[in-house]
């Protein structure tokens, strides 16, 4: 199998884009790496938010200084070995940088798939579309899928979302919404990130809600062998959040799994 490279990038900065390319991206190269750690790069000059996981086992994480010829040199290094690899991208500035860049070294064919994330709003749409046309104009082969990130209801996520699908109701003008601004390759392209506590609780915990449930351990019967009442409440409390990690496990990232494999597959087949 090809080892595969995600890009993950947003003009728009606070709309999730490290907690896609942690919670999602990385987990789900990791499985494909058949369980063994992947690298993942954060090119940012704002934040580090990588920091967050410093106790995650999924990758190997660098973090890159967003300057020109910094930048040159670690894509030509990055895009010329074979391996599974998550590629943040801060918003604003970096943004631009590195789709600079990505043209200029003309690697851009390297990359496997681009993930552009946002949230609900009109402003997150627009800059959704001006990246993805950016990107067309570099290489209008390349795979993209959108991740509408924080959803906060699976069943409704069309009314929620309605700068991205359009009004379903009929009511509103729909032409700038994204999704009829795609090419017809992409419009199918798009995976569903549900908000929940989880994604604070496992930050906190330093690892990712994959982490988190995949483990083996019973809470529960390490309750009852100890007597102290703040060790007690400290494991009532990591079983909740190991119940409520499995939950979403099953019910969000590996729907995210289902999708991005659907994805990847249709552009080596052809669309």
């Known amino acids: 199998m090809k080892k595969l490279k995600v890009l993950v990038l947003s003009s ?5 884009k490290s907690t896609l390319s942690m919670q999602v991206i990385t987990p789900y190269l990791y499985e494909k790496n058949i369980k063994e750690k992947i690298n993942f790069f954060e090119f940012d000059d704002e934040n580090v938010d990588l920091l967050s996981y410093g106790g995650s086992n999924l990758s190997n994480r660098e973090s890159i200084d967003v300057e020109e010829f910094v930048i040159m040199d670690k ?3 990055i895009l010329s070995k074979e391996q599974f690899c998550c590629i943040d991208v801060g918003g604003n500035k970096s943004t631009t940088l590195c789709i600079n860049t990505l043209n200029d070294c003309g690697l851009i064919g390297e990359i496997d798939l681009v993930v552009i994330p946002l949230l609900d709003g009109e402003q997150d749409a627009v800059n959704a579309l001006k990246v993805y046309k950016q990107l067309l104009d570099i290489n209008e082969n390349i795979n993209i899928v959108f991740a509408l990130n924080r959803v906060k209801n699976t069943k409704f996520v069309e009314y929620q979302f309605d ?4 009004d379903v ?6 032409k700038n919404s994204v999704i009829n601004n795609l090419q017809k390759q992409h419009r199918g392209n ?3 990130i549900e908000d929940s506590d989880m ?4 930050r906190k ?6 982490e988190i449930a995949v483990q083996e351990r019973d809470f529960i019967a390490e309750f009852k062998e100890v007597d102290q009442e703040k060790e007690r409440k400290i494991l009532a ?3 909740y959040v190991y119940q409520n990690g499995k939950k979403y496990y099953q019910n969000t990232l590996q729907e995210c799994f289902k999708k991005l494999d659907i994805i990847i597959q249709k552009e080596r087949d052809g669309n």
């Open 190 to 192: 798009f995976i569903i």
């Open 163 to 166: 700068n991205f699908f359009g």
């Open 169 to 174: 109701r009929g009511i509103f003008e729909s």
């Open 75 to 77: 894509f030509i290094e």
């Open 199 to 202: 994604i604070k609780y496992s």
């Open 205 to 210: 915990f330093g690892m990712t809600i994959y």
């Open 237 to 239: 409390f990591k079983n």
């Open 12 to 16: 728009k900065g606070g709309v999730g």
